[in-house]
């Protein structure tokens, strides 16, 4: 269950003035669960939930779970409102090994509801990443997808992402996120240093349209990107592979409720008061 916001004044639990009344599909938070215990996980439900949209079973980690404690960690979530799925990385084993069919049986009966597909390590050919989507939306699944390569300096063109999106889009994907992986460094839109290629912000900002561009999630496990993405498309860019420890650290960042992103005028250095 979503506990209570905390009813202290608007002006000191959102300083901005832009999160206490966001939209349902904006802004979202995605944290990504790398193996954490049910103590921790219901701990983080209940510390976080309220300000937590997705957790994602990173990596292939769903099949490792004993049974009944994955069915519980489902269970949590869903009470909690959170919604929790395995990482597109199964999928993919899945589709290689050619036992795309029990995978679909196996989720569906462990609970989960939501799915990604993506192509990370694999390659899939367009005609068969739309197929697909379709085959699982009408397995009842949400589908949510991913673009870009896993391997240490893949990166891609705006025009590959564009084309990826409107497809993804077209065929059903409820969002398309942005390939980050765990590390954040020299792959998608980030150098060796884990810094963001801001031409291609600039590029996407001025061949995608706003309304298209919100179905998109920026994976950002950085604080320092998780910053430059909240400064350079605001405060409710939906952003993913968050570890769970950081979620109040980004929603803090969110908010302004940490010097990074403290409500101040650019050019401002310091806060006058009178």
């Known amino acids: 269950m979503k506990y209570l916001q905390n009813n ?6 959102d300083p901005s003035g832009e999160r206490d009344s966001k939209s349902k599909d904006l802004g979202l938070t995605m944290l990504i669960d790398k193996g954490i215990g049910l103590s921790f996980f219901e701990e983080l439900l209940q510390l976080s939930g309220q300000y937590t949209d997705y957790i ?3 990596f292939g980690t769903t099949v490792l779970y004993p049974y009944d404690l994955l069915k519980k960690k489902i269970e949590l979530a869903k009470n909690a409102n959170v919604i929790l799925y395995p990482g597109g990385t199964l999928y993919e084993i899945a589709a290689h090994q050619g036992v795309l069919k029990e995978y679909f049986d196996y989720i569906q009966k462990l609970g989960f509801d939501h799915i990604e597909i993506s192509d990370g390590t694999i390659d899939l050919p367009y005609r068969i990443r739309r197929k697909t989507i379709k085959e699982a939306l009408e397995r009842g699944f949400t589908v949510i997808t991913e673009c870009g390569k896993k391997a240490a300096g893949s990166h891609f063109e705006v025009k590959d992402l564009e084309r990826t999106l409107y497809s993804d889009l077209e065929c059903g ?4 996120i942005v390939e980050g992986r765990e590390s954040g460094e020299n792959v998608g839109i980030f150098n060796a240093k884990g810094l963001i290629d801001k031409e291609f912000l600039l590029d996407i900002e001025t061949k995608i349209p706003n309304d298209i561009r919100k179905f998109l999630i920026w994976e950002a496990p950085q604080k320092k990107q998780q910053i430059e993405l909240i400064q350079f498309w605001g405060r ?3 952003i993913g592979n968050v570890q769970c420890e950081d979620s109040y650290n980004l929603e803090c960042l969110r908010r302004g409720l940490r010097f990074d992103t403290f409500p101040l005028n650019r050019s401002q250095a310091i806060m006058q008061i009178d």
Request: net charge positive; aromatic share 6%; charged share 5%.
């Open 8 to 13: 202290c004044h608007p002006q000191l639990s």
């Open 173 to 176: 994907a409820s969002y398309v």
């Open 56 to 58: 994602k079973l990173g």
């Open 236 to 238: 409710n860019v939906n």
